[in-house]
């Protein structure tokens, strides 16, 4: 062997470098992700919020047997149960044949995704134009959310209790909603501004309106027009929008990008990249060893706080329900069980390379990204996965074949950001994080690579299978 070979085949042995998918999957492999992909394209357009994914999610879990979870009942190997947490989160479980006395393998990913939420009081008229006042929801860049068409999504509680769905600018013919931006011609004084200060929260309000409902002398007649509209439509009143919860969330759909179709563009895509192949994993488990979870959860984009999100009881309180119902102990059931906190992670971008430290950042196209710890200023506020659970998690991926990498989400202090890996470390679980890397995080359309979305898939199938 010539010294040149000696050298490649002694750097394949101890160094870790990972490679572009392609390199490694099959040419069965990439067309199966392609084809996994076209679903998940599907499923963003489809269940653009919480409250969509929820109902798509039970939807798809009941046409593959799943049944819905009665409290306190015993289930058996094999038995296929879903729990709807307020229509807003949701619950999936295979029970496995051991049942739960060696802990669950929970995947725990989140449906809500960075938008604008309508204030309680939003509707107004000023120049004869009919806005809608927002409150951001999540972390945000707000100049993204100006000038792009807008949909409407959500519910409404009527004053006679009567619950109405809204959903208003996705279908062919709708009409959609925007936030008007200054024309570069005047915008001298805002370019001046930081880019944090160029658009304020306050005027992200949202055109809906610019005809009156008659030709008086009346006052916010443009305003009662748009009033008249919602009435006949959803027979609302203006105090209605009090009870209700609606959501402005980008229009356009998901779209391959790139002349190779590798990657999808879409709004979203934290972190329904990473619950959909959570959720086919789910689907897709027979008959598991151990009791499989799959919780798609909702606020984690504000901290998981509510009762929706997972800073609150509902996913262990169910598990401890399922263990009390096999006579085990709740708390020993819940220290055993193992979590993959699937979210997505900051992937470098080129354009930015000042703000990633090159040797632990993700890239697009290498697979999952198996991810220590998030958090800021010195890992606070983190889940800082233990060398064991990392150990245990590395090994599966291996084992399996499953393209795997890793990274921090960006250099030291750069700023950072979190998941729900703590609040479910917080409940005595091992969990870490193992996502898919993504560019534009929390843009109205974010990028992902199809062969790491397919590789989420492979890996969870394996773990809810371990
Ligand atoms: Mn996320
Ligand atoms: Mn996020």
């Known amino acids: 062997m010539d010294e040149e070979n000696r050298v490649k085949e002694l ?111 939003p509707l107004y008229e000023k120049d004869e134009l009919a806005c809608l006042k927002t409150h951001y929801y999540g972390g945000i860049k707000k100049y993204q959310w100006t000038a792009i068409p807008l949909a409407l999504h959500g519910v409404i509680v009527r004053a006679d209790g009567k619950t109405v769905e809204v959903r208003v600018g996705e279908e062919p013919g709708d009409p959609v909603f ?36 008659a030709d008086t002398e009346e006052a916010e007649n443009v305003k009662l027009n748009v009033l008249n509209i919602l009435f006949e439509k959803y027979g609302m009143t203006e105090a209605d929008f009090i009870s209700a919860e609606l959501e402005l969330v980008p229009a356009f759909k998901a779209a391959d990008v790139g002349f190779d179709r590798s990657m999808i ?9 990473c619950a959909y192949p959570a959720l086919m994993g789910v689907l897709d488990a027979e008959e598991p060893l151990h009791t499989t979870v799959c919780v798609l959860t909702d606020k984690e984009e504000t901290g998981s706080m509510g009762n929706t999100g997972l800073d609150s009881d509902y996913l262990f309180a169910f598990i401890r329900a399922l263990a009390k119902s096999e006579g085990l102990d709740p ?73 795997w990498q890793t990274g921090e989400i960006g250099r030291v202090d750069a700023g950072g950001g979190g998941t729900v890996a703590r609040f479910v470390a917080g409940r005595n679980i091992d969990v870490v994080d193992l996502g898919v890397p993504l560019l534009s995080m929390h843009a109205p359309f974010e990028i992902v690579a199809k062969l790491d979305v397919y590789a989420l898939y492979q890996a969870c199938v394996e773990f809810y299978r371990s």
């Open 11 to 121: 750097k394949e042995k101890l160094a870790f470098a990972p490679k572009h998918a392609s390199y490694v999957m099959d040419a069965d492999g990439v067309a199966a992700a392609d084809a996994f992909c076209e679903g998940y394209m599907s499923f963003l357009d489809e269940a653009k919020t919480e409250r969509e994914a929820v109902k798509k999610a039970i939807e798809l879990a009941k046409s593959n047997g799943f049944r819905e979870y009665a409290r306190g009942h015993f289930y058996g190997p094999g038995e296929k149960i879903y729990y709807n947490n307020r229509g807003k989160s949701v619950v999936l479980a295979v029970m496995g044949e051991v049942g739960l006395s060696e802990g669950a393998r929970v995947v725990a990913a989140h449906i809500d995704s960075p938008r604008l939420d309508l204030k309680p009081t």
């Open 178 to 213: 925007t936030i008007t931006d200054l024309l570069p011609h005047l915008a001298g004084e805002q370019m001046g501004k930081t880019m944090s200060s160029g658009v304020t929260g306050e005027e992200l309000n949202v055109l809906v309106g610019s005809r009156p409902f």
């Open 265 to 273: 563009g879409a709004y979203g895509q934290d972190d329904r990249v």
């Open 331 to 403: 708390d020993e059931t819940l220290s055993k069980s193992i979590c993959l906190s699937a979210d997505v992670n900051a992937a470098f971008d080129p354009d930015y390379a000042s703000q990633f430290d090159h040797g632990n950042v993700c890239f697009l196209n290498r697979g999952v990204v198996l991810t220590k710890y998030t958090g800021a200023r010195g890992k606070n506020s983190t889940n800082d996965a233990s060398a064991e659970t990392m150990g245990r998690v590395r090994r599966m991926l291996d084992e399996a074949g499953v393209c």
